[in-house]
């Protein structure tokens, strides 16, 4: 499985920014996809989960902030993200719920 997110970076308090994950080595349409974040020095930290049917489900942090989506025919997850807070800054990473082998991850600062 390879997981290769993008679209991160440096944005100030309450902008916006939408990140990608494209998966390949797997079925994508069947699997549940999640974004997770990481601080360094702190563990990896679950945001949001799209089901393969579309149900989602938010991270207390970012509920009605984020919105997960996904392109199936892409092989491809989102995550919109509004209102963006300094303690939103982090690595953001994608994955199922059996990923081990992470993608490099994509940076997100949100400055004051």
């Known amino acids: 499985v390879q997981l290769v997110e993008s679209g991160g970076g440096l944005v100030q308090a309450g902008g916006s920014l939408r990140l990608s994950c494209v998966a390949s080595g797997m079925i994508f349409s069947i699997s549940d996809m999640n974004w997770y974040r990481q601080v360094l020095g702190k563990q990896r930290e679950w945001v949001a989960t799209?089901?393969?049917?579309?149900?989602?489900n938010y991270a207390g942090s970012v509920k009605d902030r984020f919105t997960i989506s996904r392109d199936n025919a892409k092989n491809t997850v989102f995550l919109q993200m509004n209102s963006l807070r300094p303690e939103d800054t982090a690595v953001y990473y994608c994955?199922?719920?059996?990923?081990?082998?992470w993608g490099q991850g994509t940076q997100v600062t949100v400055s004051s």
């Open positions: 799209i089901s393969s049917g579309g149900s989602t």
């Open positions: 994955g199922d719920h059996f990923t081990t082998d």
